[in-house]
């Protein structure tokens, strides 16, 4: 058997192989066979594309003189970087004439003679066998020699590689896993728990607690039966339940809602049921507590004396109250879905669309308007608001109506209440004025008619004036009364 079968088969048949120790038989037989004094077997890092050399510690760590000496280095333009490089062999049998011999630090073991071969898998570079100092020259016999060890190098190294990256995918899995928001569950056919995260930590449980029991054991005694079934029909038909809610146990007896999703996988001992498992205790209560904030606010919505509605950009009726429902006299259903030519026509549409269109440019809308509505005649005081969703897009037309009819009819009365009275004043002041006036001819009359009481001519005329005076005083006293009553 061939000294590479030899290192290959002694990988394959270790359980827990130590790739440095593998490294180093790989550089002890190309040593011997070669018959050179120094060598080294090292591996590049995929992460950081440095070459790794654990051999050097063995071989010439105590010779070698440099300061600061390291097993890791960076891959420059040198022999053994050029090998790397080229994918290709490198040999050297005069370092001194040799141009690519360069970069030496200072106390570096003396090279005379260099061959390196790369070991190659797939194309790609992943490592590097390399020898120096043979007393002959090196041949292509040694080329051979390592070349037979570099394939066999390069096996191992990308099967370490894999193995480390699905360790370390492993446990970054299980550290994921482990440290998840949720429960995550495994449970085989009887139901017994086979694996259970540290989040039952939360609900004062241990995994000790929990791994190799009965899962049912831990339900609420309200969810038992559910589960029950539901766990028992998902083995029969092989398919899970999207969602399955219930209540679970903390360790303490207190209870708490779960929502459980979860899907089958297939091992060598049969069927078992993987899932996550959520406490949703908060997001219930905030369930109970929204529904009932909407409760409160669809009663509100309803019971205000405004008319409300609301509209998306397309002018359809979202949602309205019954105040908005009684003033058009439909019902909620005839008005919910509907634009205003379905419900107005289209020239009331139309121009309600204007002036909407400006709320869809970011405008809030103030109007007062007497509107003919079912024949009647009411007066509508009017906000028309933008709203916008959480990316300040304009989403809705939200429109609040008042009707102010009995308003302005009140407002109406006031002020012809005021003009009467300002009326009433006026024609009480010229009344008396006049009357005034009246008693003072009716004084002087009376004084001619006792001069002139012989002349009974002249007492005739003075009686028709007297006559027409109090005429003229029963007028201005019917005028007081009733010119008021007759403007209004």
């Given at each position: ?106 106390g570096h073991i003396k090279i005379e003679k260099f061959l390196a071969v790369p070991s190659i898998i797939n194309g790609k570079v992943n490592g590097i066998l390399a020898i120096a100092n043979r007393e002959t020259d090196y041949t292509k016999e040694d080329i051979k020699t390592l070349s037979e060890l ?125 899932g996550t498992i959520r406490d949703v205790s908060k997001e219930r209560n905030l369930e109970k507590e929204l529904k009932q904030t909407n409760e409160l606010l669809e009663k509100i919505f309803n019971s205000v004396t405004d008319a409300i509605y609301l509209k998306d950009r397309e002018e359809n009726y ?171």
């Amino acid at each position: 058997m061939k000294e590479s079968e030899k290192i290959l088969r002694k990988y394959l048949l270790s359980k827990k192989p130590d790739f440095n120790k593998i490294s180093l038989d790989i550089l002890k037989i190309i040593l011997k066979k070669t018959a050179s004094r120094f060598g080294f077997v090292g591996y590049i890092d995929e992460k950081n594309d440095k070459l790794i050399i654990p051999t050097l510690t063995e071989n010439v760590w105590n010779i070698c003189k440099v300061k600061d000496k390291k097993i890791i280095f960076d891959i420059k333009d040198n022999l053994f970087g050029i090998a790397i490089k080229r994918k290709k062999f490198v040999i050297s049998n005069d370092i001194k004439k040799d141009k690519r011999a360069k970069g030496t630090p200072k106390g570096h073991i003396k090279i005379e003679k260099f061959l390196a071969v790369p070991s190659i898998i797939n194309g790609k570079v992943n490592g590097i066998l390399a020898i120096a100092n043979r007393e002959t020259d090196y041949t292509k016999e040694d080329i051979k020699t390592l070349s037979e060890l570099a394939d066999i190098y390069a096996v191992i190294i990308h099967h370490l590689i894999e193995v480390k990256k699905t360790e370390e995918y492993n446990k970054m899995i299980n550290t994921l896993i482990e440290n998840a928001r949720d429960m995550i569950y495994i449970i085989n056919k009887d139901g017994i728990i086979e694996y259970i995260n540290q989040r039952v930590k939360d609900y004062g449980y241990t995994k000790e607690d929990l791994i190799g029991k009965i899962a049912f054991n831990f339900l609420s005694r309200d969810s038992l039966d559910y589960v029950s079934d539901a766990f028992k029909k998902a083995f029969k038909t092989g398919r899970t339940l999207d969602v399955l809610r219930y209540k679970l146990k903390r360790k303490d007896g207190s209870t708490f809602d779960a929502d459980q999703k979860s899907e089958f996988i297939y091992t060598e001992e049969g069927p078992k049921i993987i899932g996550t498992i959520r406490d949703v205790s908060k997001e219930r209560n905030l369930e109970k507590e929204l529904k009932q904030t909407n409760e409160l606010l669809e009663k509100i919505f309803n019971s205000v004396t405004d008319a409300i509605y609301l509209k998306d950009r397309e002018e359809n009726y979202i949602k309205a109250n019954k105040a908005f429902a009684k003033i058009l006299n439909l019902s909620l259903d005839e008005i919910r879905n509907k634009n205003d030519s379905e419900i107005f026509g289209r020239s009331k549409a139309k121009e309600i669309y204007q002036e909407e269109k400006q709320v869809l440019n970011g405008k809030t809308v103030t109007s007062i308007k007497e509107e003919f509505i079912n024949g009647k005649k009411i007066v509508l005081n009017s906000i028309k608001t933008p709203i916008k969703d959480s990316d300040g897009n304009i989403k809705y037309i939200l429109g609040i109506l008042r009707d102010i009819t009995f308003i302005r009819e009140m407002e109406r009365e006031v002020t012809l209440l005021k003009a009467r009275e300002n009326i009433e004043k006026e024609t009480s002041a010229f009344s008396h004025d006049l009357n005034n006036i009246l008693s003072i001819i009716t004084g002087y009359i009376t004084l001619i008619e006792e001069n002139i009481i012989r002349n009974r001519d002249m007492l005739k005329e003075i009686e028709i004036v007297k006559q027409s005076i109090k005429r003229v005083m029963k007028v201005t006293k019917r005028f007081r009364k009733d010119i008021p009553s007759k403007i209004f």
